[in-house]
């Protein structure tokens, strides 16, 4: 259990798993929110909940569980814009895009931007490698699309709609940096991996700042800026994991407090202008 209260910002639910179960799972590991991400019918065929099974989740479960819908935006199926006022109306507070059919830039995905940044609904992006499946062709699934850089115009040009890089964007890492150093409303989620000491060690990698860095110094120790634009998530695996795995990161880094109450829970609430 974390020192602080969890917001985990992106998660899903599996039909395979006792729903009960796993909300009792986070209470005890100390989530206050968790963020349930709806997928489309390709991932619902592996047994991930979407839009209609995450509402009922949602409805069972109202003080923890915030549904972020998912819109189809590539392969044989394409939703309207429509779609993310509707999602919003059944209360929905956000939006999952996932293997667009063009880079998430594009302007043919201009009309879903502007009905979320004018409805409030954040919108996590899954960024850069996405795993291997026997349906990718059928539904067009093509990783390029998704490279982190491809959002830079939808946070320049939508700046008051919050964008969340779900992953760090492999093989793009640097992509992911680049976008929130620059852009406020842009913010990053590190899960991936299943949480392994593989995919936790690249982040160390991937965050360390000059060879024998003052850890007190954010112009050497790099992870002292970037920790303050990422956001605790966990994808699959459970909450007590990627808490461990995370203190481990923020512990190498040598974080403050404050910091890391801003990667826990504070980023997340001013996200969703939760007061908490």
């Known amino acids: 259990m974390a020192n602080y209260p969890v917001i985990n910002i992106h998660g899903h639910l599996h039909k395979k798993k006792d729903l009960c179960e796993m909300v009792n799972n986070m209470v005890q590991d100390g989530v ?6 709806a997928l489309g019918r390709q991932w619902q065929e592996k047994g991930y909940y979407g839009n209609e099974d995450v509402l009922k ?4 479960y109202p003080d923890i569980i915030v549904g972020m819908g998912h819109i189809e935006i590539g392969g044989p199926y394409f939703d309207k814009p429509e779609k993310v006022d509707r999602l919003k109306e059944l209360g929905f507070s956000g939006l999952k895009f996932i293997s667009p059919d063009a880079p998430y830039g594009h302007e043919k995905f201009y009309p879903f931007y502007e009905r979320a940044e004018k409805l409030n609904m954040p919108i996590i992006f899954h960024v850069g490698i996405v795993s291997v499946g026997p349906t990718d062709r059928l539904y067009g699934v093509n990783s390029e699309f998704m490279r982190p850089f491809s959002l830079d115009p939808v946070c320049r040009y939508f700046p008051d709609l919050k964008v969340i890089l779900a992953h760090p964007g492999e093989p793009y890492h640097n992509e992911s940096l680049t976008l929130i150093e620059f852009h406020k409303n842009a ?6 991996g299943s949480g392994s000491d593989f995919h936790i060690n690249k982040i160390i990698k991937l965050f360390s700042g000059i060879n024998g860095a003052n850890k007190k110094n954010p112009d050497e120790n790099f992870a002292l800026f970037y920790f303050k634009k990422t956001v605790f998530g966990t994808d699959n ?4 994991l990627w808490i461990k795995q995370s203190n481990k990161i923020l512990d190498y880094f040598e974080i403050d407090n404050e910091t890391r109450k801003l990667y826990y829970w504070k980023n997340a609430a001013s996200i969703f202008g939760w007061e908490i």
């Open 32 to 37: 206050i929110k968790f963020c349930a991400l």
């Open 57 to 60: 989740a949602m409805k069972k």
């Open 187 to 192: 913010f990053l989620c590190l899960s991936g």
């Open 237 to 240: 695996p459970p909450a007590s």
